[in-house]
Nanobody, 122 residues
């Protein structure tokens, strides 16, 4: 019914930048919150940043001042601009969307993307 497709991951040197994109498609009526999470090997998945439909944002302390989340509501797409990358930012980054389906407006459903690898070399 709904797909989230991420792109933009890769290998970058410390201090470099990357931009991740996540496009949602399918039977979508509206998207409430879009977010980026990350999970490093052996660690729990953690919230990196989130953005509401009104463009209110929230960031993990570890990325404040370095990462910027934004969204294009017309395209159902969320972006994560990552600057001043550090080796500790190395993770698989996952996109998440809390949304209402066009065929079921009563509930809010949570969908995940497949993940994109970000590797920061020192």
């Amino acid at each position: 019914q709904v797909q989230l497709v991420e792109s933009g991951g890769g290998l970058v040197q410390a201090g470099g930048s990357l931009t991740l994109s996540c496009a949602a498609s399918g039977n979508i009526f509206s998207i409430n919150i879009m977010a980026w999470y990350r999970q490093a090997p052996g660690k729990q998945r953690e919230l990196v940043a989130s953005i509401t439909s009104a463009n209110s944002t929230n960031y993990a302390d570890s990325v404040k001042g370095r990462f910027t989340i934004s969204r294009d509501n017309a395209k159902n797409t969320v972006y994560l601009q990552m600057n001043s990358l550090k080796p500790e930012d190395t993770s698989v980054y996952y996109c998440n969307a809390a949304l209402r389906l066009a065929t079921d407006l009563k509930y809010v459903f949570s969908y995940w993307g497949q993940g994109t690898q970000v590797t920061v070399s020192s």
